[in-house]
């Protein structure tokens, strides 16, 4: 069983960075697709970057270049180092993972991005 827990979050000032950090206490073998999303307050959950277990990667247009995800399949840990932060990037970040034809999400943590 996937069971997610998310670390990492805070405040930072815009131009700072967070490094996000996932990791599957259920230990669940061979999880394909493992990524972030986030939700802010008023707005629909959206796709931030995802990694495969072979290394694909993908990221939202408004994290190129800022963003970058980064995964350890031996021991089920997913990272998101987060650079030059901006206010648009406060929100709920959200660990994710596909596996075995279900989704499974963490709990969540919060990043906000202020002066």
């Known amino acids: 069983q996937v069971h997610l827990v998310e670390s990492g979050g805070g405040l930072v000032q815009p131009g700072g960075s967070l490094r996000l950090s996932c990791i599957d206490s259920g230990r669940s073998p061979d999880i394909h697709m493992m990524g972030w999303y986030r939700q802010a307050p008023g707005k629909q959950r959206e796709m931030v970057a995802l990694?495969?277990?072979?290394?694909?990667?993908n990221y939202a247009d408004s994290v190129k270049g800022r963003f970058t995800i980064s995964r350890n399949n031996a021991e089920n840990t997913l990272d998101l180092q987060m650079n030059s932060l901006k206010p648009e990037d406060t929100a709920v970040y959200y660990c994710w993972a596909w596996h075995s034809g279900n989704a499974y999400w963490g709990q969540g943590t919060q990043v906000t991005v202020s002066s």
């Open positions: 990694r495969s277990n072979v290394g694909s990667t």
